[in-house]
């Protein structure tokens, strides 16, 4: 609660809800009640499309060169730490021999699954971001990123000079 001029100009600056929870709590029951907000959960369902994304790099080195093959893989081999190209929940982590393989939920219909990673940072059930690595890899063997939607191999995009994921949509 403000008590003196500092704690207004604080208020003011940076907005009430930034600094008072109990306000920010408040404000999400009155959202809810005027039915503008939905108080479950669930019902926050990302259904886009995954050509809706905008997607980055999922290598951390833009020297790093990235192929996609016809058949809708991304593979590169370096030393670099390995990015998500989209923000979503990690759905499974699974090692075999030495290499790991993580799986993330984007949207609804839209998944990734990186393969050959050296080490895997994330745990099952973690939201993950595009900005933050979810592995590393040591450059002793291939990385593998295929996307999926709705199940089926994602063919349709290329990579730009930054390793940036481009959609031919």
């Known amino acids: 609660e403000p008590r003196d001029v500092h704690h207004f100009a604080t208020l003011l600056g940076y907005g009430a809800r930034a600094i008072n929870p109990y306000l920010a709590q408040e404000c999400v029951e009155e959202l809810v009640s005027l039915g503008l907000l939905d108080k479950d959960p669930a019902a926050a369902v990302d259904d886009r499309t995954y050509s809706e994304l905008e997607l980055g790099s999922v290598v951390s080195d833009a020297n790093v060169v990235c192929t996609v093959a016809e058949t809708g893989e991304l593979t590169f081999t370096a030393q670099c730490s390995v990015y998500a190209p989209y923000g979503g929940v990690v759905q499974s982590v699974a090692e075999n021999n030495g290499t790991y393989t993580v799986e993330v939920e984007h949207t609804t219909s839209f998944t990734t699954v ?27 063997a291939p990385v593998s990123v295929a996307m999926y939607d709705a199940g089926s191999l994602i063919r349709s995009y290329t990579v730009n000079e930054n390793n940036d994921i481009v959609w031919n949509v």
């Open 114 to 140: 990186i393969s050959g990673l050296t080490h895997a940072y994330p745990a099952v059930g973690e939201t993950v971001f595009s900005t933050i690595p979810v592995g590393y890899s040591d450059g002793a």
